[in-house]
């Protein structure tokens, strides 16, 4: 009887792969566990098991695995069929799907390592020029990969240069599977167990009296032992003992101490507080609650839309509770930068040890941790506090889903594949666990509110801030107006400055608010116009002040900032558009006094930089905080009194389908920081536009109407909710190429699909990294079905593969794209 293993490679296969195995193997895999295979000619890969079955492939000669990596399946059945529904969902493969969501720490690296033969002799004048090469090296290095050979003798195909080598027994061919994944050990000591005898114990202090330094180490390690049974780790007895590690080394050498290792998390916890747990909700939450319970009930997602500051966490933290009463594990999802140590501290404030982090600054090592807890269902992972890619981790028995700031676009992949939302992604998670999902905003995106009006998703609503604390007081200021007067210094109008001075005065904080999207600032020639570009992306290149370069966002290509202008030569340039360092630039000379802070991409790269800066504005180290997006991330800061937003007009203007409603839900949010606490906080807006409706909805808090507008809009031009998009993007570094074979496939999409289709176009950045790239949209009607939409579209690919003059051409797709 033969038997085999159909496994999923990581990598971007459309089929699954089928090995041979043995009677024995095949009783012991389970789908889920991952398998070493080799693959192609020289490469092994880390693979899971999908199926065994008794069926040969047809087209090719199974090879067998090489090894089975688990004991027991690191990935259970709830998982793999989500991510089966997401590679078909989102169009890709399955490969892409388990390498974005397994850490990389388990997808277990093949190297074949090449190694010197120090056996024999070896007659130089035998080798060819190639091997001489490869041998050279070898005396200066212990092993080469057959990749830094390849770079060596500057060949592709080495391995019959290889495979020469090794029959001269000149170099060794060493095959080395290796776990990148260490968790992290502390050494511990303790004294020999025959010293539990007490007569033993007599007789070592009597010898140990002739060794006083050991004898002093031993009388340390009593000390510290006193009073308590926890181990003792070496470097406490070093510390304590005041010894050098050679007289500890010599002690354990002579079998008096013992070393031992325990495996320890590198996250540790806090307690939990009572006066957390206590907290009673109020009659809005209450009734919130409720709906969100008949929703649940009814097997709906519910969207809980609450104001800022109405105490949204408050309600999840019962569900949560609720949801670990019922002995199930509970998910609570947000977007990457909104994962605060503020939100996490509050929750586990409430649950303790129970809390699990998971996300992107985390290191290798602790994403292994947290993934493991949450496969062995381990009390301390309970609770998982993440960003999207958490949808990936081991629950066996999830019982609810909280997806908070469920607006935010970033819940949406780019890039690589899967580009899936996390919030839908969480939607059919939950379903397959039969767990309940609740989506929480105070600004939600108009899918969300048009799915909770359709009667698809439950709703609850809380109108109003927690104690009676009142919204802010919005203001729009019109700089159009104050420019013409003159009134204007800088980014400044008048009435910000004044705002922010009384602010200063009574001893408040000010938010300053800087859209990321559009402000990149360029150095123009203004004498000829030219503005430095990027040699391998079609954008502009932005400056950076501090460092004094000009950088591309897109590739990271950099330079240092001219003295003239690169095409005539005239020192005639001038920065243009503003960023955040320009306002604190500006704040600078206005308020000399003040202390000031920034928030951006560039000062919160490290992993607790972000943190760093949050904690020292709580601090009131600053007085003024300039800073984008991200601080519009559920930050409660409670001394904050004044929010200023320096410029509504370009988010208003960015040439998206989505910017109308996107602007409402940033300045709702921004606002949303100030004033969290008794006094009624302050909100300026500078526009040059003060009649937009998107302003007037802000100011006045109206998203009932700004839902109207939009949803109004959306099915005049056939947008999302009213229909769905995919997004073709192809890409290739030949120009004219690129351009006939996008006319190909939207001529053939338009044939079978008709009208839906938009394209080709030039996307905002046509070229990135050293790729041209076209868009392809298509427009599906809601009521036309997806999955043979999508299934058309496949057909086409196919017959686009098989022209041979496209082959370098790729093809992306992005489901839903927004
Ligand atoms: P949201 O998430 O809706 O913006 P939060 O949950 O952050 O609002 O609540 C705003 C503030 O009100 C927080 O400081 C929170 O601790 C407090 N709060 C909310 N609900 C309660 C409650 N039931 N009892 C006491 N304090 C509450
Ligand atoms: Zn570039
Ligand atoms: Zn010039």
Redesign the pocket.
């Known amino acids: 009887m033969e038997y085999f293993l159909e496994v999923v490679l990581p990598i971007p296969l459309e089929k699954l792969f089928t090995y041979s195995i043995t009677q024995r193997e095949a009783d012991f895999i389970q789908s889920g566990m991952r398998v070493a295979v080799p693959f192609g000619k020289s490469k092994i890969y880390t693979a899971l098991a999908y199926r065994v079955h008794q069926n040969a492939p047809t087209a090719y000669e199974a090879k067998e695995i090489y090894q089975i990596l688990d004991d027991v399946p690191l990935v259970g059945p709830f998982q793999l069929q989500h991510w089966e529904w997401l590679a078909k969902y989102y169009m890709c493969t399955l490969g892409e799907v388990i390498r974005s969501a397994l850490p990389s720490a388990f997808l277990l690296e093949s190297e074949t390592l090449i190694l010197p033969n120090k056996e024999t002799v070896v007659d130089e004048m035998e080798l060819s020029d190639d091997e001489f090469l490869i041998y050279e090296a070898l005396q200066h290095q212990s092993a080469l990969k057959v990749q830094e050979i390849s770079d060596i003798v500057d060949k592709k195909n080495v391995l019959s240069l290889i495979n020469g080598l090794v029959q001269k027994g000149v170099v060794q061919q060493k095959e080395e599977l290796y776990e990148q994944y260490k968790p992290k050990l502390v050494r511990y000591v303790k004294l020999s167990e025959k010293y539990d005898d007490d007569q033993q114990l007599e007789e070592l202090l009597n010898e140990l009296s002739r060794a006083p330094k050991q004898s002093h180490v031993v009388l340390s390690l009593f000390q510290l032992r006193s009073g308590n049974n926890k181990p003792i780790p070496i470097t406490d007895l070093e510390k304590q003992s005041g010894s050098s590690k050679a007289v500890i080394k010599a002690l354990i050498d002579k079998d008096i101490l013992k070393e031992y290792q325990i495996r320890q998390d590198r996250v540790v916890y806090d307690e939990e507080s009572e006066e957390a747990r206590n907290?009673?909700?109020?009659e809005h939450?209450s009734k919130a609650l409720e709906d969100i319970n008949i929703g649940f009930a009814e097997d709906r997602p519910v969207l809980l839309h609450?104001v800022?500051?109405?105490?949204?966490?408050?309600v999840y933290v019962k569900l949560i509770q609720q949801c670990l009463d019922s002995g199930r594990q509970a998910l609570y999802l947000l977007p990457e930068i909104a994962l605060t140590s503020q939100l996490i501290n509050r929750l586990r404030d409430y649950f303790g040890h129970k809390v699990s982090v998971y996300h992107s600054k985390y290191s290798i090592h602790e994403r292994v941790e947290v993934w493991n807890n949450v496969l062995k269902n381990a009390e301390k992972a309970q609770i998982v506090i993440g960003a999207r890619s958490s949808l990936f981790l081991p629950f066996s028995n999830l019982g609810l889903i909280v997806v908070d700031e469920e607006h935010e676009s970033s819940f949406k992949q780019f890039d690589p594949a899967p580009r899936y939302h996390a919030r839908d992604a969480a939607i059919v998670l939950a379903s397959l666990h039969k767990a309940h999902t609740v989506l929480g905003s105070?600004t939600p995106s108009i899918e969300s509110m048009y799915n909770a009006r359709k009667g698809k998703y439950g709703y609850a609503y809380i109108p109003y801030r927690?104690?009676d604390v009142l919204m802010p007081d919005i203001n729009l200021v019109d700089i159009k107006e104050a420019t013409r007067k003159k009134r204007m210094k800088g980014h400044f109008s008048e009435t910000l400055i004044n705002t922010i001075s009384e602010t200063l005065e009574a001893g408040e904080q000010v938010i300053l608010f800087q859209n990321r999207r559009g402000f990149a600032p360029v150095v123009e020639c203004t004498n000829c116009g030219h503005v430095a570009q990027c040699p391998n992306c079609d954008v502009s290149l932005t400056y950076h002040q501090r460092i004094n370069q000009l950088r591309c966002h897109y590739c990271g290509y950099h330079m240092a900032l001219q003295q003239a202008c690169l095409a005539c030569g005239s020192p005639t340039l001038d920065k243009k558009g503003f960023g955040t360092e320009q306002i604190q630039e500006e704040l600078g000379q206005l308020f000399p006094n003040a202390a000031t802070g920034r928030m951006d991409l560039d000062t919160t790269r490290g992993k607790y930089a972000y943190e760093k800066i949050i904690s020292a504005f709580e601090n009131q180290e600053m007085d003024i905080l300039v800073g984008t997006q991200m601080v519009t991330k559920?930050l409660?800061f409670r001394n904050v009194s004044l929010v200023g937003i320096m410029n509504a007009d370009t988010m208003l203007n960015f040439p998206d389908y989505r910017a109308h409603e996107r602007s409402f839900q940033m300045l709702t949010q921004v606002a949303?920081r100030a004033g969290?606490t008794q006094k009624r906080g302050k909100v300026l807006i500078q526009t040059y536009n003060p009649y937009h409706q998107i302003l007037q909805q802000v100011t006045t808090n109206d998203y009932d109407k700004m839902f109207a507008e939009q949803l109004y809009e959306r099915e005049q031009f056939k947008y999302p909710p009213l229909a769905r998009i995919i997004k073709i993007t192809l890409k290739d570094r030949d120009f004219n190429k690129l351009n006939e074979a996008a006319q190909w496939l939207a001529e053939s999409l338009r044939n079978v699909l008709g009208h839906q289709i938009l394209g080709p176009e030039y996307p905002p950045v046509g070229r990135i990294r050293r790729d041209y790239l076209k868009n392809i949209l298509i427009k599906i009607p809601k009521k036309q079905s997806l999955a043979q939409t999508k299934n058309s579209i496949k057909r086409i690919e196919k017959s686009f593969n098989a022209i041979s003059k496209y082959k370098s051409v790729r093809l992306v797709y992005n489901v839903d794209h927004i």
């Open positions: 907290i009673a909700l109020n939450q609450g800022t500051s109405s105490g949204k966490t408050e105070a927690y104690g559920g409660d949303g969290r």
